[in-house]
């Protein structure tokens, strides 16, 4: 079956760096995508990754390793308003989207 | 205006009711799709709607019916639902059918007694 594994909940202090982990196994690859949720709120879109290596987008960057079905999210310089639910999804040979559970980041002073 | 909108956003109904849940797009997207979210769990894919025409239905028991009267709207029609089914149910868009970036509303959380 097709799965794609991250971390429940993590916790990170205001102004560090965090890094959310997604590893996946799904029938093909066609892409990478993370999303942000707000608690009450939509899913927001952060990246897209199809090849390896990482993008970056401001404070936040997003890393792809296809053979070892790794991807992560890194977060810089944490500010409270990071604290939401981050969102793992692979788009596989279907084009369907296969999604992770979701990480819940909580932010502390 | 919100690209997604969903209403309503909060849905209580007991479990012989028939209520619906509808969502209206902004962004001229070709496919629309209805998700469930449970805590904890992955988005379920419900529905999928391209150009009007239902093109995916991901074993959804008939007690929920999609209704796509045009490319901008999207209805989902609640009948004897379980308790089982309380959840956020989330409306998105995407320009094509196969998604890159899917656009989100901010869901309808319903509750069956």
């Known amino acids: 079956g097709q799965n794609i594994d991250q971390p429940t909940e993590m916790t990170a202090t205001e102004g560090a760096i965090v890094q959310i982990n997604c590893t996946y196994q799904?029938?093909?690859?066609?892409?990478l995508f993370w999303y942000q949720q707000h608690a009450g709120e939509a899913p927001t879109f952060l990246s897209y990754?199809?090849l390896d290596g990482l993008e970056e987008k401001g404070r936040f960057s997003s890393f792809l390793s296809r053979s070892k079905g790794y991807s992560y999210l890194l977060l810089k310089e944490l500010q409270m308003k990071d604290s939401a639910s981050y969102l793992c999804a692979v788009r596989d040979s279907n084009y369907q989207l296969i999604w992770g559970a979701g990480t819940k980041l909580i932010i502390k002073p | 205006e919100t690209g997604v909108t969903q209403t309503p956003r909060h849905l209580v109904m007991g479990m012989t009711n028939k209520k619906s849940l509808k969502c209206e797009q902004h962004?001229?997207?070709?496919?629309m799709y209805w998700y469930k979210q449970s805590a904890k769990k992955p988005l379920e894919l419900m529905f999928v709607?391209?150009?009007?025409?239902?093109?995916e239905n991901n074993s959804v028991p008939s007690r929920f019916s999609p209704e796509c009267p045009n490319s901008s709207h999207l209805f989902l029609h609640l009948h004897t639902l379980q308790p089982e089914d309380s959840a956020l149910y989330l409306c998105?868009?995407?320009?094509?059918?196969?998604?890159?970036?899917?656009?989100f509303g901010e869901g309808s959380r319903l509750t069956v007694l």
């Open positions: 709607y391209s150009l009007e025409e239902r093109v």
């Open positions: 990754n199809v």
């Open positions: 799904t029938s093909g690859f066609n892409g």
């Open positions: 998105a868009s995407s320009q094509t059918l196969e998604p890159g970036e899917l656009f």
């Open positions: 962004l001229g997207h070709n496919a």
